[in-house]
């Protein structure tokens, strides 16, 4: 199935989505995250060190909006 239920992804559906593919190490996706905090994030990196370096940054500020895909 191609479709993706962002209800079930989040929840809830998102009055707004950012959908970030490539994000590197998720600088520009974690401003995006502090700007916008009750939007709704879906970033892609196919870099485990992109991936875990990100993984690192929101750790210490939790984010129940984001969702990632490697």
Do not use: C, Q
Not at 29 to 55: K, V
């Amino acid at each position: 199935d191609a479709n993706l239920d962002l209800k079930k992804l989040f929840g809830t559906y998102p009055a707004t989505l950012h959908v970030e593919i490539g994000f590197g190490s998720g600088e520009h996706l974690d401003l995006l995250m502090e700007r916008h905090p009750h939007d709704f994030f879906i970033g892609a990196e196919p870099y485990i060190n992109g991936m875990s370096a990100f993984l690192k940054t929101i750790e210490s500020k939790p984010h129940d909006h984001v969702r990632v895909l490697m």
